[in-house]
């Protein structure tokens, strides 16, 4: 069932960037309550980034933590919601939580981007 741990969470957030993308929202900043900005005028530069012409998916920083795991971009960004295309990929991401049910929504999400990279033999 879709609204069971590992693929409630990302069904979840899934919903709601569609949701607010049906709402008129470009984009959503989504920062988790055990993180912090280090920067100041950080809110500033979010929303310099949202109005610039620049194309994107997804703004964030790499994950910092003393546990070891893969590679990834932390799931604490900047998300644009207005390219169907992005949520095409993030169900495709999903693929990604139901092989390997530890995984979170940010890792599942570069688990396919790297897929991608490689599928050239496909």
């Known amino acids: 069932a879709q609204d069971r741990y590992p693929n409630g969470p990302f069904y979840q957030l899934i919903h709601m960037f569609q949701c607010l993308n049906s709402a008129g929202y470009e984009a959503f900043f989504l920062m988790e309550p055990d ?8 809110g500033q530069a ?13 703004k964030g920083s790499l994950w910092h933590t003393w546990y070891p795991a893969e590679y990834h971009l932390n799931g ?23 092989k390997d049910p530890r995984l979170g929504f940010d890792m599942a999400i570069q688990r396919y981007k790297i897929h991608l990279q490689h599928a050239w033999f496909l």
Do not use: C, M
Request: no cysteine; hydrophobic share 55%.
């Open 76 to 98: 604490n960004a900047l998300y644009r919601l207005q390219d169907n295309a992005f949520f095409v990929f993030l169900f495709h991401a999903l693929q990604q939580v139901r």
């Open 46 to 58: 979010l929303l310099s980034l949202v109005q610039s012409k620049e194309e994107w998916w997804i």
């Open 35 to 42: 993180t912090w900005p280090v920067q100041a005028g950080w």
